[in-house]
């Protein structure tokens, strides 16, 4: 219950920051956290499709180790180009490091590999949505704080 005593305090003390504010720093502000929410979904794309990869890589390492040494098989060099190939030790494993640099691991190495990237991601992904759901509840009350704000403006000369 102090979480939300914490969070309902800050709520009112950015509400009275908003209130102090100008139109052009609202608006500002409005804009500003608007672009962070629209990069933050940005990062969450990218991170969803490396996770996606990620399981498919996974996926493959499995398909990999059922199959049988001296099998003929197409190995993948790009997404659209497969070269004829055979299958010499499936214990074996190239796993890509990033910035083009490949290790070799056994195959359970490179399945624990896939599996903490997964995880890593996936505690980035729920972290980054925090951030934006945050992010756009500031923009959200920023709009209203400047919609008060104009309606105020418009009112006070007709008075």
Known sequence: MASRRGAGS???????ELEKMSVDQLRALKE?????????HESLNNIRTASTRLDAAFAALHDLSLRPQGKQMLVPLTASLYV???????????VDVGTGYFVEKTMAEGKDYCD????????????????????????????????????????????
């Open 32 to 40: 500003q956290t608007d672009l962070e929410v629209n990069l933050l």
């Open 84 to 94: 004829a190939g055979r299958l010499d030790d499936a214990n074996k494993v190239l």
């Open 116 to 159: 903490r990237k997964i995880k890593l991601l996936k505690s980035n992904y729920d972290q980054l949505v925090e951030v934006a759901t945050r992010k756009k509840i500031i923009a959200e009350e920023a709009a209203a704080a400047l919609l008060e704000k104009r309606k105020q403006m418009a009112a006070a000369p007709a008075t």
């Open 10 to 16: 800050s709520e009112a003390s950015r509400s009275s």
